[in-house]
């Protein structure tokens, strides 16, 4: 995990510092957040907080939590992480084992806010792991309608084209990052779904 303390102890400076307020709708994960320069913004009129950390995999959320999310005291948590982790190797099976220790992680915590975990995203960059991010998010789906007030957002399926391949112009030439119009996709839907997402407005 020391790669990411650089950026994790930044984080905490700008908690720390007030810069990033509490009781906000905290979003939570890797750089599919990190980049959405934009979201503050484009999910207006909701009190956002981006607290998502380059390169971050579910492993490192897990491991960063009490240091990240409860100094912030969010009113909700939105989370988009674990394809780092896939694209690093790890198998499904495994990658449920840390989505295990996230979940435990918000009973023992944060058991009474709204939580939402966003489906793996079908990045073109990592077509040969569509199996396995495919098995995970349903494997995360089915635990989380086990669950109360919780919810799984399934933007994966809305990322392809019409012959059932990852959609390229939703994405940077990298094939791994989205462009604008990835994110006017998860604009839409979470607002879609603003009423199992977020809780609390900008007066």
């Not at 990190?34 to 579910?58: C, K």
């Not at 009474?112 to 073109?124: C, D």
């Not at 077509?127 to 995360?140: G, M, P, Q, V």
Request: aromatic fraction near 12%; proline fraction near 3%; charged fraction near 25%.
């Amino acid at each position: 995990m020391e790669w990411h303390e650089a950026e994790v102890s930044q984080l905490e400076k700008k908690i720390k510092e007030g810069k990033i307020t509490k009781g906000a709708n905290l979003f939570y994960g890797s750089s599919s957040f990190r980049l959405w320069d934009t979201m503050q913004n484009d999910l207006a009129p909701y009190h956002i907080e981006n607290v998502a950390f380059g390169g971050s995999t579910l492993k490192a959320c897990v491991y960063f939590f009490e240091r990240i999310i409860l100094p912030c005291e969010p009113k909700s948590l939105i989370i988009y992480a674990g394809e780092n982790d896939i694209g690093d190797g790890v198998y499904h099976a495994d990658l449920m084992v840390h989505f295990e220790k996230l979940l435990k992680k918000r009973a023992d915590h944060l058991s009474g806010i709204h939580f939402t975990f966003i489906s793996i995203k079908p990045s073109p960059a990592r077509h040969a792991l569509l199996h396995r991010i495919r098995l995970f998010n349903s494997y995360a789906k089915s635990r989380i309608e086990e669950l109360d007030n919780m919810h799984y957002i399934d933007l994966h399926s809305q990322m392809y084209t019409a012959d059932g391949m990852p959609n390229p112009e939703l994405f940077s030439e990298d094939g791994l990052h989205m462009n604008t119009l990835g994110y006017k996709i998860w604009r839409e839907n979470l607002l879609q779904n603003a009423d199992k997402i977020f809780v609390e407005r900008v007066s």
